[in-house]
């Protein structure tokens, strides 16, 4: 039953009204809720923007990063040798994805199994700090590896980002899921946009990287500022005992009108792998997803090269990340319209892609084929990725019980980040090999 009156008449709302106070659940404005819950949405939608807005810059800026060291004044080339048939850096772009993704895959591994003992204030505000030092540590960089160091700060920004607000979608209502998956796409465009746009006014990849900063002051608005959340959600205080801790943290308001009486229950290992389990059937196609789509944009875009316009190998690369994200934001936003099930179809329609384009670049097809053609497999590329993305945990928030939703939520957001790890593991042996060839 709805919290709110269903007629003029007061029988209604006073049958409603006598429910919530034998709940002890006292009920705001129609109102207010309204507000409240529009507030929360597009609260989710800018933490998913801020969340992955440094992990994908450092993506798109990771051929400037390797090819200049960013200093002012000097350009070091680290190009490979003038034999090969490919134009390509002396380190492939992988290394830049494994520094932006190792971290995180460490914290999404660990983090279901202790992340619940730390308030949420004190994540976002670990997240807000370390974003704020990877564009910092990047921008003022004059060499490679000091450069990396700060890409880190962005994974680990990110990949605990994305640990606790999953998580924290289990205390509002399930729809806020779509919106920060859409702020999360939102991120891409905008990040490799705006990079790319920065860069081609005339501003330094590292000015353009210090404008950057105004991100994590978002970050901080949006969490501590627009969002409402519930009273029982764990902000500040450090719980004394984990019954303690798990007790505090029950969030669910049923969308429905069915009343949620038991509190979750604490969570053994053997029922966290049970639940794990159960998630298999989409865990194990996503990672499959991103390991494709991943090793096409690390391992595979900086081999793509069109020599003979007007663009430059840079430019390029900028703008294949560009309509990658552009893809990505465009299917991570169609919950609305388009919902899938059997995610692993999209797997296999990435692994395709990832193998056409690999045998034409080895077979050296891809040039004839032009440009705009490579552009649209591109963005084909994104929107299967981010369809992947948004239907695996939106099938997950619908089909998890309600004291086992947060978990599920936590746990499930490692498999993009191990089918990037793969990716970028496997990438750079391929990238030296195609280096290497005369």
């Not at 800026?61 to 080339?77: F, V």
């Not at 702020?183 to 353009?208: F, M």
Request: glycine share 6%; hydrophobic share 45%.
């Amino acid at each position: 039953m709805e919290n709110r009156p269903s007629d003029n008449t007061g029988g209604s709302y006073g049958s409603d009204w006598e429910d919530e106070e034998e709940e002890v659940l006292p009920v705001p404005p129609p109102r207010k809720d309204e507000r409240s819950h529009w507030r929360n949405l597009s609260a989710f939608w800018l933490l998913g923007l801020c969340n992955n807005f440094a992990y994908v810059v450092m993506l798109s800026a990771a051929h400037d990063i390797l090819r200049t060291e960013t200093n002012e004044t000097s350009t070091l080339n680290v190009s490979s040798p003038n034999n090969s048939r490919y134009d390509c850096n002396r380190i492939s772009t992988a290394a830049v994805l494994l520094a932006d993704i190792l971290p995180t895959l460490v914290i999404k591994f660990t983090a279901p199994f202790y992340i619940h003992l730390i308030p949420y204030n004190y994540r976002v505000s670990l997240c807000i700090l370390t974003a704020a030092a990877s564009f910092l540590i990047v921008s003022y960089s004059a060499e490679v590896a000091v450069s990396l160091l700060g890409v880190v700060f962005a994974s680990i920004s990110s990949g605990l980002g994305e640990v606790t607000f999953l998580s924290l979608t289990a205390f509002f209502q399930s729809d806020v899921v779509s919106y920060w998956s859409s702020g999360t796409g939102g991120a891409g465009i905008l990040g490799s946009l705006s990079y790319l746009g920065l860069t081609e006014v005339g501003l330094s990849p590292r000015n353009s990287l210090l404008v950057m900063l105004v991100i994590p002051v978002l970050l901080l608005l949006s969490y501590f500022f627009l969002l409402k959340p519930p009273a029982s959600l764990p902000r500040w205080v450090f719980p004394k005992t984990l019954d303690t801790c798990l007790s505090d943290q029950q969030p669910l308001i049923q969308d429905s009108g069915s009343r949620e009486t038991d509190i979750r229950s604490h969570l053994t290992l053997s029922q966290k792998w049970k639940i794990i389990k159960t998630l298999l059937k989409y865990m194990i196609p996503l990672s499959t997803v991103y390991f494709a789509e991943y090793f096409i944009n690390q391992g595979l875009y900086e081999l793509i090269y069109f020599p003979n316009i007007s663009m430059g190998h840079s430019e390029q690369y900028r703008w294949y990340q560009m309509l990658y994200q552009a893809g990505v934001f465009v299917s991570r936003s169609s919950l609305r319209c388009v919902r899938i099930r059997r995610i692993w179809v999209l797997s296999v329609l990435q692994c395709i892609v990832a193998t056409f384009l690999l045998v034409g670049i080895y077979r050296l097809f891809l040039p004839h084929l032009g440009i705009p053609v490579i552009f649209l497999i591109i963005v084909f590329e994104g929107l299967l990725g981010g369809a992947a993305y948004v239907n695996t945990f939106n099938n997950i928030a619908e089909e998890s019980k309600p004291e086992h939703k947060e978990f599920a939520m936590g746990a499930a957001c490692v498999s993009d980040t191990l089918g990037i790890s793969i990716s970028g593991a496997i990438a750079i042996p391929v990238h030296n090999y195609f280096c290497s060839l005369g």
